[in-house]
């Protein structure tokens, strides 16, 4: 992994584990894209992927990644958490334009139980946020 990755990395885990929302900010091109494993379509710009993975960041108990997959501007992040009872694993795929942004972030998630944990908890809370 070259330099630049491994800082991008690290400030990625830092957005992740210590909930850095400024850095997520800095991080997130305009018009991303992000696509949520339980919406069908994917949300459009920087507001709505902050309030996504804010959110996401604060429903995930025992949080932790396995395999980091990194080639050049494209990321393959194995993780695990719980959401209430339930565990799950998933995979964000991430991919950067060229000013080194995230332009591109798409979440898998399995098994469907946790899923449809993760799913109902997430749509509490942006409900209590006004998101929704």
Known sequence: MDEISRKKLEAWHDIVFNRNMEALQAMLAEDVQFYSPALWKPKTTRMEAMVMLGTVIEVF????????LVQGN????????????????????????????????EVFI???????????????????????
Request: charged content about 35%; aromatic content about 12%; cysteine-free.
């Open 110 to 132: 399995r098994p469907l139980t946790g899923l449809i944990a993760l799913a109902e908890e997430m749509g509490k809370r942006l409900k209590e946020k006004g998101f929704i």
């Open 61 to 68: 108990e025992n949080f932790t990644y396995h395999r980091e």
């Open 74 to 105: 494209n990321w393959a992040l194995e993780f695990s958490a719980d959401v209430g009872e339930k565990s799950l694993k998933g995979i964000d795929l991430i991919e950067f334009n060229d000013e080194g942004k995230i332009q591109r972030f």
